[in-house]
């Protein structure tokens, strides 16, 4: 595998925009990035200091604006003022429960909020590489014979969120052609866990905070449905791969990249191997039950992903199975939730 994304000489003093910094995966990379000397301009909707970032003290290294993606005339006003290199359109609405109720939101903030951030890039001659990231929403629901998705599959959402994440998908492709000729990789990934993940509405954080006895678990299905996990650590090495190649080569511009691990787990199966490895048996027995008596609605029911473009492209392969992944990730939030209170990131609204 080709490591060249890797060199710190590349990335130093690297000019480096993230939308929705605040958000899980913003703040891994931007942990990420600074490591490799990059300078970090972050944007976010919220006035609140992000807890991940402060818990890993970088707070103070990189450059962090309040602005929302939706307000155009701020948006062109901050991109104007910096000569940003390499973009990562990470700001969304997230939450597909919030979809779910206040469908508006979602497509102001994913689409709205896109093709905000687009037009004034498109205007900054020193962009040289932009990832946008999708989700394998976007495809809508196949059987899962078909599965995993290829990135040649066609776009068929019909639930607020995924419709949002595929029109967002069109915007972006649409500012690669000869008209605009901005350079811009689009990536669906599946579902992302790790270090970092505040949203405790999430299967992963909130299977985690029952183990600890912080809270009980609230089951939002039968347990059958079947998702792809991806760690966040592989992400954003990804991210960076990606944007390295697409800087040096902008014949790359408009592919489209998916990311899982060509394996789809059930959520039963996830939350069985967290207690596994936490010696708690009895509540996996006791969420076993609550599974029986749920049933899921307005979600594509299963959804796993392949990363062979990604490796014949670059070489590049996930290195965490869940089995590491989850182990590592239970260490952080016991660690993170020791000196944080979780109840104050249990907004309705995760502000990114």
């Known amino acids: 595998m080709k490591n060249n ?15 929705g910094i605040n958000g899980f995966i913003g703040g891994n990379l ?12 972050g944007i976010t909707n919220s006035g609140k200091k992000n807890k991940f970032l402060e818990y890993e003290k970088i707070l103070n290294k990189i450059k962090l604006y309040k602005v929302n993606i939706i307000d155009k005339k701020n948006i062109d006003k901050l991109i104007s003022k910096h000569n940003i290199q390499i ?13 779910k109720v206040d469908p508006y939101e979602t497509f102001e903030t994913n689409i709205k909020g896109t093709y905000n951030l687009l037009d004034a890039l498109s205007r900054k001659k020193t962009v040289k590489s932009i990832v946008v990231a999708s989700s394998d929403k976007a495809y809508g629901e196949y059987p899962i014979s078909q599965l995993p998705y290829k990135e040649h599959f066609d776009l068929k959402p019909i639930y607020p969120y995924d419709v949002s994440k595929a029109a967002a998908d069109m915007i972006s492709k649409s500012y690669t052609t000869n008209l605009f000729n901005l350079p811009i990789i689009i990536t669906r990934f599946a579902n992302i866990y790790g270090p970092g993940q505040l949203n405790f509405t999430a299967l992963i954080p909130d ?11 609230t089951p939002r299905s039968n347990g059958k449905n079947k998702r ?3 760690f966040v650590r592989d992400v954003c090495d990804l991210y ?14 408009g592919e489209i990249f998916n990311a899982g691990t060509k394996q789809g787990y059930s959520v039963d199966n996830v939350v069985k191997k967290l207690c596994n490895q936490t010696g708690n048996q009895s509540l996996y027995q006791q969420i076993k039950k609550e ?7 307005g979600e594509i029911q299963h959804q796993f992903m392949t990363y062979e ?24 939030y016991s660690n993170f939730c020791s000196k944080y209170d979780y109840k104050k990131f249990l907004d309705r609204k995760l502000k990114l």
């Open 291 to 297: 599974f029986s008596n749920k049933k899921t609605t």
């Open 240 to 253: 960076m791969c990606l944007s390295y190649n697409l800087y040096k080569d902008k014949n790359l511009s």
């Open 30 to 41: 931007a942990k990420q990035l600074c490591s490799y000397g990059a300078t970090i301009i």
């Open 228 to 230: 792809d996990f991806l």
């Open 207 to 217: 299977c985690i905070l029952a183990l600890l006895k912080l809270k009980k678990f």
């Open 5 to 19: 994304y890797l060199n710190k000489t590349f990335w130093k003093s690297k000019i480096v925009l993230i939308t």
């Open 87 to 99: 973009c990562f359109h990470l700001a969304a609405q997230v939450d597909v429960n919030v979809s």
């Open 309 to 332: 473009k990604l490796k014949k492209f670059f070489g590049w392969f996930p290195k965490y199975d869940l089995d590491k992944g989850l182990i590592e990730t239970y260490n952080w």
